[in-house]
């Protein structure tokens, strides 16, 4: 399995920026996928962004399209989500989440995930 912790998360004004980190560690020679999920409080977890280990391609939401920048360290075994031009409505709880074997598209179902980091919370305030 692949330990995944997520780091980064805070509280911003509107406008503002963070990034996110998520460290893996154990069999990440066997990921296929890095995913990053939210879920805001009393809603349910959301997509937000994915990357293929293989070639780096990507997939994002479109409430995060043009906004977020999902990448990856291969020598840290990390992935960042670059959050910009951040909204109250990003408020939320995020996860990184790792897909691991091979796979026929980049997944966006939480799902079709296998390893799952705490989450860290980030606050956009108005």
């Known amino acids: 399995q692949v330990q995944l912790v997520e780091s980064g998360g805070g509280l911003v004004q509107a406008g503002g920026s963070l990034t996110l980190s998520c460290a893996a560690s154990?069999?990440?020679?066997?990921?296929?996928?890095m995913g990053w999920f939210r879920q805001a409080p009393g809603k349910e977890r959301e997509f937000v962004a994915a990357?293929?280990?293989?070639?780096?391609?990507?997939y994002y939401a479109d409430s995060v399209k043009g906004r977020f920048t999902i990448s990856r360290d291969n020598a840290k075994n990390t992935v960042y989500l670059q959050m910009n031009s951040l909204k109250p409505e990003d408020t939320a709880v995020y996860y990184c989440a790792a897909k691991l074997g091979g796979y026929y598209r980049l997944p966006r179902r939480d799902s079709e995930y296998d390893s799952w980091g705490q989450g860290t919370q980030v606050t956009v305030s108005s």
């Open positions: 990357l293929r280990w293989s070639d780096d391609s990507t």
């Open positions: 154990g069999r990440t020679f066997s990921t296929y996928a």
